[in-house]
């Protein structure tokens, strides 16, 4: 037996919650386009046959604007730790960036821990492209212990990437079940299924700007349980937002979501969605405490 802990850090929107997913074959971390989706550390955990894999994945690590960001970052770079490898994504169609070297610097307070550099999207890019970008990294970034070229959407050059961190696993050792493939609550679950479907159906600041919590759950023998939740959101108009035009918006968000979370429970339910103002909520620290952030570092 042989397993460990991989750390999957990169800055905001270079595809590491579809990494993850793809890698386990499951919907751990949810997904869109819109940068800072995930705010938490999620595990992802893949076992075969006598090795397991604990993929952390984390923030995108960015120069915070408010506590919610110092949280996401330190919950990002917190991860780097106690890990036996640390896989930094990259998005090959991009230009290396302050941000990617920012990441880099964080990624180097841990210098004893392996470095892994995915360089992801290569369904976009040309042979000639990906040879540019290998050099590129050695050149802008530094010295990683292996480089790995992958594409997360269609999942090619998974088996590459596995094999890149077997050699870093520790031996004699497993940490989960093997038909585990997350250690995430239930309840917290639910909360990122309706937050993605919020993210998929809005744009400009909305996305930064929600919360959720499930604020009651009522279970009934002869029929289906009923999920009270709150959407809380910074400001009246973004209310007026989510809600959209004769509460259309929420519907479909509530539909989406509903079918999602009984896909998860494997019942039906009942779900009734909430939308409320709370001013300012990513610089409140007693909100984002109550709302599960760990903010004792900040």
């Keep these: 037996m042989k397993a460990g802990f991989i750390a999957v850090v990169g800055r905001p929107n270079v595809g590491k919650s579809t990494l993850m997913n793809k890698i386990v074959n499951e919907k751990v971390a949810i997904v869109s386009n819109k940068a800072g989706t995930t705010r938490d550390s999620i595990k992802g955990i893949l076992t075969i ?77 040309k042979d000639e492209e990906i040879e540019e970008k290998i050099g590129e990294i050695k050149a802008k970034l530094g010295d990683f212990h292996k480089i790995v070229t992958m594409s997360a959407e269609y999942a090619i050059g998974i088996p590459k990437l596995l094999e890149a961190i077997d050699p870093f696993l520790e031996e004699g050792i497993m940490y989960y079940p093997e038909d585990m493939y997350t250690d995430m609550p239930m309840y917290k679950m639910i909360i990122e299924i309706v937050r993605e479907k919020i993210l998929t159906r809005t744009r400009d600041e909305i996305p930064h700007s929600i919360a959720v919590e499930i604020i009651n759950v009522e279970r009934r023998e002869n029929g289906k349980d009923k999920y009270d939740i709150n959407i809380y959101v910074e400001r009246d108009s973004q209310k007026g937002i989510v809600i959209g035009k004769r509460g259309a918006l929420l519907k479909a968000v509530g539909t989406d979501a509903r079918k999602d979370i009984e896909t998860l429970l494997e019942k039906k339910i009942y779900l009734n969605l909430w939308v409320k103002v709370k001013d300012k909520w990513r610089k409140k620290k007693p909100f984002l405490k109550e709302m599960g952030y760990n903010l004792d570092e900040l």
């Design 49 to 125: 046959q006598d090795t397991q894999y604990v993929f952390i994945d984390t923030p995108g690590i960015h120069k915070p604007k408010h506590l919610l960001g110092e949280h996401m970052t330190n919950t990002a770079i917190s991860a780097l730790r106690e890990v036996e490898a640390v896989m930094m994504v990259l998005d090959g169609t991009q230009e290396i960036s302050t941000g990617d070297q920012f990441v880099f610097d964080k990624i180097m307070k841990a210098p004893n821990t392996p470095r892994i550099a995915v360089i992801n999207k290569i369904d976009l890019m």
